[in-house]
């Protein structure tokens, strides 16, 4: 299958600063790349969808304003956690999606674990 | 009611059994049904996916899906103690690509 890889693997910061995450597909070039987040014990909740060159849609009741997404080339999707808080602490994981395939060509990141002191 | 459910387990079988995951959806209009292994600590990965009523079966795995039910489950047949993971049931509804995950299903197989 097709490579995804997020940077950091894990990351711990203060309250009040902002983490940027990046997700890269390594093997082909992804139009469409999501965000996910994942709380302990909890199931994946779609964030928002980023599409190369244009702006991402979000997701009802994510901040577009705390959770900034660039998707600024066909491999490179960021998501920048602003002002984190504690609340923020969380797994997130990017998925990357193989143009002209269907959704079982989604491929998903080993994922972020952000924990805000 | 959540789009997709799940009982979330734990599910326990003993090593060598048959293992039943369930998976309900809202929407009659979903098209893609998704299994999804999920380790404790790491991203999910794709066991499974199925498109059209009946079954799919790929090595100990066999996916089932009833639309008419809007049902679709997960067999692992000769479960093995690697198997013990979360798994994930997602759902594709209408056009697109956006995956709607269940709670998923704690699996523990013992030896």
């Known amino acids: 299958g097709a490579v995804v890889s997020q940077h950091p693997s894990w990351v711990i910061c203060k309250s009040g600063t902002s983490v940027k995450i990046e997700c890269r597909s390594l093997?082909?070039?992804?139009?469409?790349m999501f965000w996910y987040r994942q709380f302990p014990k909890q199931s994946l909740m779609l964030m928002a969808t980023?599409?190369?060159?244009?702006?991402?849609?979000?997701e009802q009741g994510v901040e577009k304003d705390k959770f900034l997404i660039n998707h600024a080339s066909l491999t490179l999707s960021t998501l920048t956690v602003t002002s984190a808080h504690p609340e923020d602490s969380s797994f997130y994981i990017c998925?990357?999606?193989?143009?002209?395939?269907?959704?079982?060509?989604?491929?998903f990141g080993p994922g972020t674990r952000l924990t805000v002191l | 009611q959540k789009e997709v459910e799940q009982n979330s387990g734990p599910l326990s079988v003993p090593e060598g059994a048959i293992a039943s995951l369930n998976c309900t959806y809202s929407?009659?209009?979903?098209?893609?049904f998704f299994w999804y292994r999920q380790y404790s600590g790491k991203s999910p990965e794709l066991i499974m996916f199925?498109?059209?009523?009946g079954d799919k079966e790929d090595g100990r795995f066999t996916a089932q899906l009833n639309k008419a039910s809007q049902y679709v489950s997960l067999l692992i047949r000769d479960s093995q103690p690697s198997d013990s993971a979360t798994y994930l049931c997602?759902?594709?509804?209408?056009?697109?690509?956006?995956?709607?995950f269940g709670t998923g299903t704690q699996l523990k197989v013992e030896l």
């Open positions: 929407d009659r209009g979903s098209q893609s």
């Open positions: 998925s990357a999606h193989r143009p002209g395939g269907g959704p079982d060509t989604q491929y």
């Open positions: 199925i498109y059209s009523n």
């Open positions: 980023s599409n190369e060159g244009s702006k991402a849609t979000y």
């Open positions: 997602a759902v594709v509804t209408g056009g697109g690509n956006k995956l709607t």
């Open positions: 093997d082909f070039q992804a139009t469409t």
